[in-house]
């Protein structure tokens, strides 16, 4: 079974920072395009970031400047690195692989189970 695995997320203070991963089990996904997407309570779920397999990103404009993705090839392993974080940015984030890039959910293919990220103030 294809499953994507994330992990890294948890509770900081607003201005602070975590790095989330995302590791593929039961294939490799060095081809696909990379994402995150995050869904806050009562809200759509919202493109985050996005990482082709030649690493050309794309980013929501809620987070530029502040978060950054990144992806080890070798590994089929794609980061979240995220900076500054406001309680805003309180969410489940997701990982997701797509054969293209995206800022719409529904264009991607492979999803994992999500982790909680929460930022008080």
């Known amino acids: 079974q294809v499953q994507l695995v994330e992990s890294g997320g948890g509770l900081v203070q607003a201005g602070g920072s975590l790095r989330l991963s995302c590791a593929p089990s039961?294939?490799?996904?060095?081809?696909?395009?990379m994402g995150w997407f995050r869904q806050a309570p009562g809200k759509e779920r919202e493109f985050v970031a996005s990482?082709?397999?030649?690493?050309?990103?794309v980013y929501g404009d809620s987070v530029k400047g502040r978060f950054t993705i990144s992806r080890d090839n070798a590994k089929s392993t794609v980061y979240l690195q995220m900076n500054s974080l406001k309680p805003e940015d309180t969410a489940v984030y997701y990982c997701?692989?797509?054969?293209?890039?995206?800022?719409?959910?529904?264009?991607?293919?492979?999803w994992g189970q999500g982790t909680q990220v929460t930022v008080s103030s």
């Open positions: 990482i082709t397999p030649i690493s050309i990103t």
């Open positions: 997701t692989a797509g054969a293209r890039p995206s800022l719409t959910s529904t264009e991607y293919t492979y």
């Open positions: 039961g294939r490799t996904f060095r081809s696909y395009v």
